[in-house]
């Protein structure tokens, strides 16, 4: 997700090496690299007691997120979604299998958010960016023209590796999950290649741990608090985690505008929550942040309780914290928090 910072206390030690380095025999030591790709800036650390098998590991990981670009991309006019967007009105088209997978993994969030979270919000979310930019706020012709082309009921799945809009101006877009889903596929790379202890974050967004540094019991990330009086906390072990927030109303000429769009609203979600969210994997942290931003705590307190391994927070600027889990714990350093059963 975007418009959100999450600091990794893990990458001040990685940064105190940038490329491959020399390690004593027997020692492992973890290796850095830095790379803008997905129009954000992607960090991997791992660690091994080769720095140099560690740094290819590393950049074969970066050429498969480099990869995933091109196929998910919805700005590169010759990326595999974007030919599908052009191609698959009324019409199944066969595409590759990561875009064929990313597409079909997202479909059960929307289901389970009542099409709050929703790929095709694409066409609403458009007209909202530009009024960011500075733009006149959308009129309600201008949102009911482009209804028809939003919902994610009209997209048709044919296994093994067909879809098919039915509408002839649905359009997809995966903001909302696939840089999870790029980070997780780098973390299997990163196996692959026989590391089995590293950190793949997505521009501080959306992250992944695997394994745990030396000495540690996870990577230690301090979660997004627009409040600065939280102080929370996971510890990722074979988990990742991701944060959503509304674009800040300080930062737009109009306070109705936003990037996150409710789609069955036609307007942008009116919450001043930042939403973290801790999971099994990146692509369930990334899309699931966004549908707790969008459904809220009280809906969301019981979308967590209904998901396995999951945890979420939701920040408020004054400090308030509502947090659900359904069993990864989330450290809090402030009592000022409520859970289901517990009080503020």
């Avoid at 903001?175 to 596929?185: C, E, L, P, Q």
């Avoid at 809906?299 to 998901?307: I, L, P, Q, S």
């Amino acid at each position: 997700m975007r418009w959100n910072r999450v600091a990794v206390a893990a990458l001040v030690l990685a940064g105190l090496q940038s490329a491959p380095g020399e390690s004593r025999q027997g020692t492992i030591v973890p290796v850095h690299q830095r790379k803008y790709v997905m129009g954000t800036v992607f960090d991997i650390v791992a660690y091994g007691n080769s720095p140099e098998r560690a740094s290819a590991a590393i950049e074969k990981a970066f050429a498969e997120i480099a990869r995933l670009d091109e196929v998910m991309s919805n700005f590169k006019p010759e990326s595999d979604l974007s030919r599908l967007n052009r191609s698959a009105h009324f019409h199944v088209e066969n595409v590759v299998p990561d875009l064929y997978r990313v597409v079909a993994e997202s479909l059960p969030y929307s289901r389970m958010s009542a099409g709050k979270f929703d790929i095709t919000v694409g066409p609403l979310s458009d007209l909202w960016k530009a009024a960011l930019r500075g733009g006149p706020i959308p009129s309600a012709s201008q949102l009911a023209k482009v209804e028809p082309c939003v919902g994610y009921t009209k997209i048709h799945m044919v296994p093994p590796s067909g879809i098919e809009f039915l509408s002839p101006c649905l359009q997809i877009d995966l903001g909302a999950i696939g840089k999870g889903y790029a980070v997780d596929r780098a973390v299997e790379i990163l196996k692959a290649q026989g590391i089995r202890c590293a950190l793949v974050n997505a521009g501080g967004s959306t992250i992944y741990g695997m394994g745990a540094p030396p000495g540690q019991a996870g990577w230690a990330v301090t979660l997004r608090d627009p409040s600065h009086r939280v102080g929370a906390e996971v510890s990722l072990h074979n988990s990742g985690v991701s944060t959503s927030e509304q674009t800040a109303p300080s930062l737009l000429e109009s306070k109705r505008a936003g990037h996150i769009v409710d789609p069955r609203t036609g307007l942008p979600v009116d919450t001043r929550f930042a939403v973290s969210v801790l999971a099994e994997n990146a692509t369930a942290a990334d899309a699931l942040s966004t549908t707790l931003l969008l459904v809220g705590p009280e809906e969301g307190r019981r979308v967590v309780a209904k998901t396995s391994r999951t945890a979420a927070i939701w920040i408020a600027p004054e400090g308030r914290a509502i947090t659900a889990s359904s069993g990864p714990l989330i450290s809090l350093q402030t009592t000022n928090t409520f859970t289901p059963g517990g009080s503020r």
